[in-house]
């Protein structure tokens, strides 16, 4: 046999011998070079979506575009990588397999092409003088989705091709790119890492008492937290990040217990958590405290199933002990922060408003939206359509039809994504959203035997994220809208990744 055929099946017995000899305990087969690269593509958009203002603006979300279309590419782009690399990426025709069998890829796919369609068949068109206006009803085909033609700097279809197409892509790739159990849980390190560090701006930036966004930029709102310009947004993008960090806890936690691992050091990810959730009262966002008390109500849940089946909680009491000290201390640091005279006034008013719901205007914008749903049911008024129709519908309404300030009150959102999205998309193109995440409770069932506790506190916070778009508009800010993809997809990799012993060479032939 000739030395060059020697030498891949000497480079073969190698790496078997490694996985058989290796520490079970910290042997990992590294990243291939395809999979670090989008690993950090991957990061580099949660990163971005975050301190670029919540990714709401129409610059950020082209940015946040180019980046998603550049990092789903890269799936299947050649690449030439060393016979020396202990994991070979896998090429892009086995990527471009795992994709068509992704439903939420044909589902995403569907939804993209039914607000294109109604981007291009304009049944309404904006029109304005400089100081008022109007739309005005145009000849379009009536049997297929229509939308309205309206400036792209407020919203249409295009734009919300951006809104949703962006973390749609993301998701793709994650999903495809993101393989070995090892990538999940780095990307949620990343995320952690940067929610952490975000919430730590937040935090200096409240206890300057400064007015201005980075120290230097007065935004057109004064309800912003950190980089985020809306409370509510950056209320549940803190819920998203406490999922994760409570998860890596869970996940690390459990792993130790397996491996009889005495220290309990993964604690020390618990201070993660109390600087991240004791931010959310400084927020003052009602929605978001609500669901975070309700978070983690859900985590002391499933710590109480771990206690359960693991009696050997901890075995290292002076490492507990430390853990202990360093939470009290960073609790001490931080609550006296909190304003609690400005969250029970707020209380006080959200019992007021559930006390006599009628006296709320969101009570009546949820009213008029439904109303505003019935008349085209079906295919929807086209994406970003609400801001523009909904003033007809608003008319009459004592509470919603009069001026705050001398200026007529005026609704860009439904604070209601889960009643917004069907009035713009209609059922038809609601349905691919609802079959699309039809997808993760099916892999769930299928695989049930693999669902950790890190797992089920993954999806936990991602199903209360979804409880909360049912009380404001927060689905439509990209960075929560990413971040709320990322755990779900680690959720999955988790459950049915590939194990960190991999030798894609076996499977490319």
Partial sequence: MSSGLQEPIRLDLVRRFRRLTGDPRSWQAPLAARDQILLGAVGLQLVFSCWALGAVRLWAQAVMSVLAVGAFLLLFVPFVESRDDEVVSPTPRQNLRVLLRFPLFWCGLLLMAYIAIQGFNVAWEYHTDGNSWWLKHRD????????MDTPLDG????????????????????????????SARLVLWIAAVNGGIWTTFGILQFTTGTDLMFWRWDPPTSAFWASIMYLNHAGAYINLCLSIVLALFLYYYGRSRLRFIRSGSQLLILCLAVLIGGSQLLTLSRGAIVFCGALLLYFLFLVCILSLYRRDSVRSPLSLAFVLLLLAGLAYTLFPLIDDKKISWRFGKLEELVAEPDRSYRYHLNLNTWEMLKERWWWGWGAGAFRYYFPVYQRGNPVLDRKVGGRQLFFSHAHNDLLQLPTELGVAGSSAIVVGMLYWPWLAWRRWRQVS??????????????????????????????????LLVAGGRLMSGEPDHIDYESLSG
């Fill in 140 to 147: 379009h085909v009536s049997w297929l989705p229509s939308g």
């Fill in 453 to 486: 506790l890190a797992v089920m506190m993954l999806w936990g916070g991602s199903a209360l994220t979804i409880l909360h778009a049912s009380f404001d508009t927060i689905l439509h800010c990209p960075a929560v809208l990413v971040l709320f993809f990322v």
């Fill in 155 to 182: 919203n249409n279809p295009f734009r919300m091709l951006m809104i949703l197409g962006a973390p749609w892509l993301v998701l793709c790739t994650a999903w495809v790119g993101l393989r070995r159990k090892r």
